[in-house]
């Protein structure tokens, strides 16, 4: 079975930063797209970064670039999220989503209905 666990989450004050984790097993690393998405209450789930397993392909949302950075480590099947600089508005329940890399454009890899596994979430709380 296909199985994404994110971790990392946890209480943070304004101008903190967490290191979120997303463990994947069941299928090889190979030519994935991984994304980190997110849920604030009341709002819709927005793509925060996504990368490819096969390539250096990244994608960051415009409210995250430079503050945020997604990366690999492909022998261990994990994806991390760096989050620093954390601002209240990253106020959010955290998912990572895993599906094969079709390479296309930015638009299909911040696209929610392209991923078919995806973690339980993780809470990310940030405090002013």
């Known amino acids: 079975d296909v199985q994404l666990q994110a971790s990392g989450g946890g209480l943070v004050q304004v101008g903190g930063s967490l290191r979120l984790s997303c463990k994947i097993s069941g299928f090889s690393f190979d030519d994935y797209a991984i994304g980190w998405f997110r849920q604030a209450p009341g709002k819709e789930r927005e793509a925060v970064s996504c990368l490819s397993t096969s390539d250096v392909r990244t994608y960051y949302g415009d409210s995250v670039k430079g503050r945020f950075t997604i990366s690999r480590d492909n022998a261990k099947n994990t994806v991390y999220l760096q989050m620093n600089s954390l601002e209240p508005e990253d106020t959010a329940v955290y998912y990572c989503?895993?599906?094969?890399?079709?390479?296309?454009?930015?638009?299909?890899?911040?696209?929610?209905?392209?991923?078919?596994?995806w973690g339980q979430g993780t809470l990310v709380t940030v405090s002013s």
């Open positions: 989503a895993a599906d094969r890399d079709l390479h296309l454009d930015n638009n299909w890899y911040r696209n929610t209905n392209n991923y078919n596994y």
